[in-house]
């Protein structure tokens, strides 16, 4: 156990500094983030939509805001816990699969005290750029706005994992927009295939918007 606990504290610190090198040296262009006072002071809160794959900016950009991170209960998701606390980032463990209500839970209660929520909305385990319901309902119990994420590398590595992970190479091209909020209606019946497609599809646009930004 202390063995355990000995390696997921070396490879946290290590991604940690990683992170710390790495996006200081980016060249970064930031687009659409002035929409957030603007829902801000109409008195909503705000759920950040990003692919697990582009995880690696988000972290860093985002660790100086008021912000909740969700993190999986496996392994992975204890590594990634001490990264983004050593960021400041408070965390919730759990995902949609394990652990799920009661995670979904306490974002509710974070969201209601004025936080705003990070999630990987393909995370844990995937399926890859597969919006999953918990970002549909945890939205529309709050009324919070839902912002995807994109993100963009001039020079980049992919990883040949699930979710094809992205690391920047130092010093490249970088990008990272906020696409338009998205509201869940409450007035509505439940429409959770809609709005994950939704979802989905407005990171991917973002993303898009990001890769325009550098040049891609």
């Known amino acids: 156990m202390l063995m355990g606990n000995a390696k997921g504290f070396i490879i946290s610190e290590s991604a940690y500094w990683l992170s710390q090198l790495i996006n200081r040296s980016l060249n970064l262009t930031v ?128 990883f040949n994992s699930w979710d094809r992970f992205q690391l920047p190479a130092p010093f490249t091209t970088a990008a990272l927009v906020y696409g338009s909020g998205i509201t869940i209606a409450q007035d509505n019946a439940d429409d959770v295939d809609y709005y994950t497609d939704l979802i989905g599809t407005k990171i991917n646009e973002t993303i898009s918007r990001a890769e325009e930004v550098i040049g891609d």
């Not at 002035?34 to 582009?54: D, M, P, S, T, Y």
């Not at 999630?119 to 706005?145: C, M």
């Open 31 to 158: 687009k659409n983030e002035e929409q957030l006072v603007e829902i801000k002071e109409r008195g909503q809160n705000v759920i950040f939509a990003v692919w697990h794959e582009q995880l690696w900016l988000p972290i860093y950009y985002l660790r100086t805001r008021d912000c909740v991170a969700l993190a999986s209960e496996s392994r992975d998701g204890e590594y990634i816990t001490g990264v983004l606390e050593r960021m400041d980032w408070e965390v919730v463990r759990g995902s949609t699969s394990r652990g799920g209500t009661r995670s979904l839970l306490r974002l509710i209660k974070k969201l209601r005290q004025g936080k705003e929520i990070a999630i990987t909305t393909d995370g844990p385990t995937g399926p890859r750029r597969e919006v999953k319901a918990g970002i549909y309902y945890l939205a529309k119990k709050t009324g919070s706005v839902i912002v995807p994420l994109g993100v963009a590398f001039k020079r980049k590595k992919r």
